[in-house]
């Protein structure tokens, strides 16, 4: 094996090491609650009853959902986007960013694309060799573009993005319910063992780590989970909230919003029964997303609706200038995120050049 190979292996393997540490402390905390507190130290019959009921069926949630944001493949671009192998040979062979812009505008014409760089130029991703969908970008750890994505979590080894934001935040909920649910039910037991209320044993110490471990991952994860709650009632992707979108009209951090209801059916699906289970009910394909702009354009015969958003046809293609594609890598956002993305500072679209006229709607709900 070529030694890339095997540093490459180790890679993956070492990538795995904050999901076992999790795992291995559900464990713990599944045989510390249900061994050493309900069966060891509770008396009551009926509070053991009701905690172990609980306690199983939030454990049963939490697990699910962190299953399935680990284990659900991020989901890529589709072949629509590659360009077309005459297409892809001249983009090769062609040295000069305005030439090859030109090409990626010409495959663009027929691909549902609002979004540009910020130095206005069609998104290309040169390592996947793929035209970026709106929301997509290349995550350097999975070395592949992501549809829509949020950004690569290393406690769930994996990218998280369209095809399991659902489960991420769910993943999110159910870990703060788990640990509140332990922290409030031990809270007694914890202040009993502390004033010597109980007799010394070995159920003690796990006692007393439950309500430490659960207090300090509820503390951690409240704050994550009420920014993703955040972004959800916005539609914005975590990368989005740290650099906006950039529409032909220039940069939009509102450019996805649809309103507070129609963005929570976005990532959780129309029908309320489904919310709060672990199962994909995302709206749309993850390639094209309704953007909350009517854009109407003198390139184009008809006017171009983009708040229908999911019909391909509807694609707004200009001769606005464009510069050079720069693409610098860019780990902007630490530790959980690598994004390569386009990020030369924005530089915004003179609209008056294309002279499209834009309309904001205001979200109704
Ligand atoms: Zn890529
Ligand atoms: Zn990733």
Redesign the pocket.
């Known amino acids: 094996m070529a030694p890339t190979h095997v540093l490459r292996c180790c890679q993956r393997g070492l990538a795995w090491i904050p999901v076992i540490f999790i795992a291995l402390v559900v464990c713990w905390s599944y045989y510390a609650y249900v061994v050493e507190l309900c069966l060891l130290t509770i008396s009551s019959t009926g509070e053991k009853i009701v905690y172990l009921v609980v306690f199983h069926l939030s454990f049963v949630m939490f697990v699910w959902s962190y299953w399935k944001t680990i284990f659900t493949k991020p989901a890529n671009p589709s072949k629509e986007f590659c360009l077309p192998k005459s297409e892809k040979e001249q983009y090769e062979k062609e040295q000069r960013p305005e030439t090859q812009q030109e090409i990626l505008k010409k495959v663009a014409t027929s691909l549902p694309l609002y979004t540009r760089t910020g130095a206005g130029a069609i998104r290309y991703?040169d390592?996947?060799q793929?035209i970026?969908p709106d929301r997509c970008h290349?995550c350097s750890a999975c070395d592949?573009?992501v549809l829509k994505m949020d950004h690569h979590c290393p406690w769930v080894n994996n990218c998280v993005g369209f095809s399991n934001y659902k489960f991420f935040i769910l993943f999110l909920t159910y870990s703060l319910v788990y640990c509140l649910f332990i922290a409030a039910s031990v809270l007694q037991y914890f202040i009993k063992f502390w004033t010597s209320d109980l007799p010394e044993s070995h159920a003690k110490f796990h006692v007393l780590f439950l309500f430490f471990v659960a207090a300090m991952f509820c503390i951690s994860i409240l704050s994550l989970f009420t920014y993703h709650l955040w972004l959800v009632g916005k539609n914005r992707s975590t990368i989005e909230a740290f650099r906006a979108p950039v529409f032909r009209n220039g940069p939009d951090k509102n450019g996805f919003s649809l309103g507070f209801s129609k963005n929570i059916a976005q990532v959780f699906g129309d029908e309320k029964k489904y919310w709060l289970l672990p199962v994909f009910t995302s709206q749309g394909d993850g390639l094209s997303f309704p953007t909350r702009l009517v854009t109407i354009d003198p390139e184009q015969p008809t006017e171009c609706l983009q708040l229908g958003g999911l019909d391909k046809g509807a694609v707004e293609v200009s001769a606005e200038q464009t510069s050079p594609l720069s693409e610098s890598q860019n780990r902007l956002l630490g530790n959980d995120y690598h994004s390569e993305e386009d990020h030369k500072e924005t530089e915004v679209l003179k609209s008056d050049e294309s002279e499209a006229i834009t309309i904001s709607i205001e979200s109704e709900s």
């Open positions: 991703c390592r996947c793929v970026k290349h592949m573009c």
